[in-house]
């Protein structure tokens, strides 16, 4: 009796980390091509039907589309911390420069990790502001990031960047500009250095800055 039919062999692509979505943790994954053999005594002779190739967990043994190599929430936070201490160092570097003060580069990193709740700053996120941008620069910046920030924290980075120091006319315009290019209204930015001039002693952080992850969202919701 000949002894034929097919059966699905799975090919190994590669092997690697990935954040699972199921696990919600980083873990080893094989990307695998499954492809239908035709057999001859369990020999693969024929190369059959081809399937869609697809990550596994090696910890879960869920199956997802290559897509979920592109998900990374380290990788995402990773970008937003850099994105978010550029956006806050070079606006603490203007203010202070419209101020005639110059800011230490170890008091924005203090500044940095105290809006972002970090307890420390990637190298990679501190040479975000070691060289000042120019203004425009630092408006775009501001514009393409400052939704990583809640309102409140958008309010919290004006007000730990104009500090103590006694409003000029100068330094109300540029933080106007500043605001505007964050999506505030002029009459937002007046309300917030309003407040600040009553209350100079203490612009401390009240709640987290960052805008919640979609996790947070969706229990929250
Ligand atoms: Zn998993």
Known sequence: MIIWGSYVMNKELKTGEFYCPHCS??????????RRWGHLYWIPLIPMDKYDSY???QTCK???NEQVLDHDPR???AAAETNLSALIGQIMIHVAHAQKTELSAPSITMTIKDVLGLET??????????VPMDK????DLVR???GLLTAKGQEIVLVKSVGAIPLTPEVGRLVGEIGAAMGMTASHVNGVLADLAQNPAAPHLVEPALVPSQEQRATSA
């Open 25 to 34: 943790n980083p873990r080893s994954f094989i990307h695998k091509l499954p």
């Open 55 to 57: 990550i596994e967990c």
């Open 62 to 64: 869920k199956t997802y």
């Open 75 to 77: 990788r995402d936070k």
């Open 121 to 130: 700053l990637s190298p990679q996120a501190e040479e975000t502001y070691a």
């Open 136 to 139: 425009n620069a630092m408006l």
């Open 144 to 146: 393409e990031h400052a």
